[in-house]
């Protein structure tokens, strides 16, 4: 950031360090950015898949999994920057109770897309700060997407449109882009379908003193 409207912007962040963002995800540290946290950027090495699975097997639901991971992503990244506040987040995807994970093909984009078409889905965002390895908050928010009944003709222009960022995320779509074509109606913040639950992070962030009140 940079510029007199930046250094304004950060005004109210009150640590010395910025926060350690445990991911790559651009749209979050934007969004922290946006709402005058200044933010340094260092993704978790942890397996997400492996912790989904163990979670899955004890019969975890999503919003479950999502702060699980949140929580994991910031201990992680907190062991390894010593006395930096952190903040590790995931969003996982529900329909009717069954987890949704990230498409791995185009061609499982389209299954996919074509499940959710016409139907209610639930995102759930999860946030967690952590300094040195140890969990201080964790939070999760949901919203719920109704997403209009599509065509093949639609989905394979669709598909064709966005290309291989279909498979980043795990809905299969980017509602701040042209994922917003494929929605009726969104019941929620629109920070937390996004992947950040950013007023309860905010509120936390205030309650361990990083944030003026």
Excluded: C
């Excluded at 791995?104 to 300094?131: F, K």
């Excluded at 009726?184 to 944030?211: E, H, K």
């Amino acid at each position: 950031m940079s510029g007199p409207l930046a250094q304004d912007a950060t005004a109210l962040w009150l640590e010395p360090l910025p926060l350690v963002v445990a991911s790559k995800s651009e749209i979050r540290a934007r969004l922290l950015q946006d709402a005058g946290v200044p933010v340094e950027i260092r993704p978790s090495s942890v397996e997400e898949r492996a912790v989904e699975a163990s979670l899955t097997d004890d019969g975890a639901n999503a919003a479950s999994v999502a702060g699980a991971l949140a929580a994991a992503k910031a201990i992680d990244v907190s062991t390894r920057t010593p006395g930096r506040l952190v903040v590790g987040a995931d969003q996982t995807l529900s329909l009717d109770g069954e987890r949704f994970t990230k498409p791995r093909t185009p061609a499982e984009a389209h299954d996919q897309l074509g499940r959710l078409a016409g139907r209610m889905h639930v995102l759930s965002s999860g946030a967690a700060l952590a300094r040195d390895g140890v969990v201080l908050w964790s939070g999760v928010d949901e919203a719920r997407l109704a997403m209009r009944p599509l065509s093949d003709r639609f989905l394979d222009a669709y598909l064709s449109a966005v290309g291989a960022s279909v498979m980043t995320s795990v809905g299969g779509y980017h509602f701040e882009g042209l994922g917003a074509q494929l929605f009726d109606r969104v019941d929620g913040d629109f920070r937390t379908v996004l992947g950040l639950p950013l007023l309860p992070l905010l509120s936390a962030l205030r309650r361990l003193g990083a944030l003026a009140e």
